[in-house]
């Protein structure tokens, strides 16, 4: 099977397309053929050899769309447990981890859903809003921003969007738009979604909520405001209700372009440089 590999870490030249023996699923595992996976920025730090303790060869890739015996599904695989990236033509994976992928649905959009979604979903069960309450979410441009953006708003939270995009963001549910620099008032709660920084839990009120999506941006606690941070896994709940909500045009997401596997380097170079929406890589 063809897989893009990471030779050694590195800028996106470290990433060659390669043939690997197919991998074999184990109990409680099936193989997915796959379709469509992404490239997302935890992936890219990987590669650029910003997290510790990794060795390289290795493949890259959280999420994917793709099919089981001839059946479409979605799904990710918690990557930094398994080490087993999705960026391949075939993956191995716990049956926990991947949902069916309802008819109609474009399996490239699809891609972008489970590991996104579902940091989202989670980071806002550790903020903790409810219905009336206030929140910033941080990055709400980008896809786990885009997504807390609507689950929130859906659920009656009251949210300011941090984002240079005002009227995507807008569209998504958020009631005001602000720029970085921009932050008045206090919040019920943040969600820091495009790590603005430890410092901005000065605009969370006492006793509120500050989320991070990264362990080593978390704010030293003040004023009785809770600080925690998301670690994402897989929930077949969580991803279900993502996909069904996709699938009825409740919850939207953006593709930046659809990419073959064979043009991974291309892929990366333009995510480094910065681009709205997510790239998908298609085998």
């Given at each position: 099977?063809?897989?893009?590999e ?12 390669v043939d ?11 193989l ?124 009656g ?18 009631k ?12 019920d ?14 605009a ?25 941070a ?54």
């Amino acid at each position: 099977m063809r897989v893009i590999e990471v030779r050694e870490f590195g800028g996106p030249e470290v990433l060659s397309l390669v043939d690997r023996p197919e991998p074999v699923a184990a109990e409680n595992e099936v193989l997915v053929r796959v379709h469509a996976s992404t490239v997302n920025p935890v992936d890219r730090a990987v590669r650029a050899g910003r997290i510790p303790n990794l060795t390289a060869p290795l493949v890259l890739g959280w999420e994917f769309a793709g099919t089981v015996d001839g059946s479409a599904v979605v799904g990710m695989v918690p990557w930094f447990v398994v080490r087993r990236g999705t960026n391949a033509e075939f993956v191995a994976v716990q049956r926990e981890w991947l949902v069916p992928l309802p008819d109609g649905v474009d399996p490239v959009a699809a891609a972008t859903l489970p590991l996104s979604g579902q940091t989202a979903k989670q980071a806002l069960d550790l903020v903790g809003v409810q219905a009336g309450q206030s929140l910033l979410v941080t990055g709400a441009g980008g896809s786990v921003g885009g997504f807390a953006v609507q689950l929130a708003s859906a659920a009656g939270v009251h949210v300011t969007a941090m984002a240079s995009d005002a009227e995507y963001v807008s569209s998504l549910g958020a009631k005001s738009v602000i720029g970085r620099g921009d932050v008045q008032g206090q919040f019920d709660a943040i969600l820091d979604a495009g790590l603005a920084g430890p410092k901005l839990i000065s605009a969370v009120r006492d006793g509120g909520a500050f989320v991070t999506v990264n362990e080593g941006a978390k704010p030293t606690p003040e004023r009785d405001v809770r600080v925690d941070a998301v670690h994402t896994k897989p929930s077949l709940d969580d991803l279900d209700a993502i996909v069904t909500a996709y699938a009825s045009g409740r919850l939207h997401t953006r593709v930046a372009d659809a990419v073959p596997a064979a043009n991974a380097v291309e892929a990366h170079r333009r995510a480094d440089a910065g681009i709205q929406g997510k790239l998908v890589l298609t085998f």
